[in-house]
């Protein structure tokens, strides 16, 4: 998967210009948390909520709430702003990204085509865009964990016993257990019901656990 398959696009920025106040009322109607801000058609900045607050009231005390609402309304989103920006290319790898984000410790990245500004990309997306499908989150079924499968050949008898069973998989993939210095397969079948299949794998000599959806 590329960063464009996760990315949320026609991203909602904010001009440099804008006041603090207007940040806040923007972020406020579209429920989010950050916002790429814009100067001359180009990405210059990021202002988030929480800059917003420590920009906000309760930084300001010593004020009366007049104070306030005309400081939030004067101060720009360019005085506040983040510059050390972590962009990236749509046509990376989401593990390009992932890295990226997790090298900087950055909960979202800028995706940028040459100097336009194409998608944002947050931890949201790429659990709901890429965890969630790997694990099956939202499907129903039954999930089993195969413990200690070595190898090409032991995942080639698990396959070959859901096949002889014609069960249906939503997902399945192998989790290493670093702690344990081994590793388990993973299976997501359609079928609330996996005992034939639990059976099946223990007279091949594996150990199967029945996990919670």
């Known amino acids: 998967m590329f960063m464009s398959d996760v990315m949320t696009g026609n ?112 931890t949201n997306d790429f659990f709901y865009k890429m965890l969630n499908p790997i694990l099956g989150i939202g499907h129903s079924g039954a999930r089993l964990v195969v413990r200690n499968c070595q190898g090409p050949q032991d995942i080639e008898k698990i396959v070959a016993a859901i096949s002889r069973l014609n069960l249906d998989v939503i997902t399945m993939f192998m989790l290493p257990i670093p702690e344990r210095d081994s590793r388990s397969f993973v299976i997501h079948l359609s079928s609330d019901d996996p005992t034939k299949l639990i059976a099946e794998l223990k007279l091949l000599g594996f150990t199967v656990e029945r996990r919670a959806r």
């Open 11 to 122: 991203v909602t920025s904010i001009p440099s210009t804008a006041s603090l106040a207007e940040a806040r009322r923007v972020m406020d109607a579209h429920k989010l948390r950050r916002l790429p801000v814009i100067e001359k058609g180009k990405l210059v900045g990021i202002i988030t909520r929480d800059a917003l607050d420590r920009a906000g009231p309760s930084q300001l005390t010593s004020f009366n709430i007049h104070d306030i609402t005309r400081i939030l309304n004067k101060v720009t989103v360019k005085e506040v702003m983040g510059k050390n920006l972590v962009t990236v290319s749509p046509d990376a790898t989401v593990e390009e990204g992932v890295t990226l984000a997790q090298q900087k410790k950055v909960g979202s990245l800028l995706v940028l085509d040459g100097d336009r500004l194409v998608g944002i990309a947050t």
